[in-house]
């Protein structure tokens, strides 16, 4: 089954980590760009950080840059997201995504999500 399934999620308080995770099974993982992405209800879904397919390219978000880092393991089928020094507006729900091929980050495939909350 061609699936994404990610981790992670929870409570942190304001200046804290949690690292996300991303399992792909059902397809190679090396044959696409990743990426993440949040949302708030009521909002759209917005790009967190991309990363290439080979782990060598990486993008970031504003709102991300300095604070989280992308990151993936092929042999493993798994994506990751650390996150440092979390803010309250960190809060969403976080979700990863597949690229449509090692060149593009147009998204074909999501996972369900895994909601982080940032609250002291």
């Known amino acids: 089954q061609v699936q994404l399934v990610e981790s992670g999620g929870g409570l942190a308080q304001p200046g804290g980590s949690l690292t996300l995770s991303c399992v792909a099974s059902?397809?190679?993982?090396?044959?696409?760009?990743m990426s993440w992405y949040r949302q708030v209800p009521g909002n759209e879904r917005e790009l967190v950080a991309g990363?290439?397919?080979?782990?060598?390219?990486?993008n970031y978000a504003d709102s991300a840059k300095g604070r989280f880092t992308v990151s993936r393991d092929n042999a493993k089928n798994t994506l990751y997201l650390q996150m440092n020094s979390l803010k309250p507006e960190d809060t969403a729900r976080y979700y990863c995504g597949r690229g449509r091929s090692k060149a593009s980050y147009a998204i074909d495939l999501w996972g369900q999500g895994t909601q982080v909350t940032v609250s002291s």
């Open positions: 059902g397809f190679t993982l090396r044959e696409h760009t």
């Open positions: 990363i290439g397919s080979l782990g060598g390219d990486t």
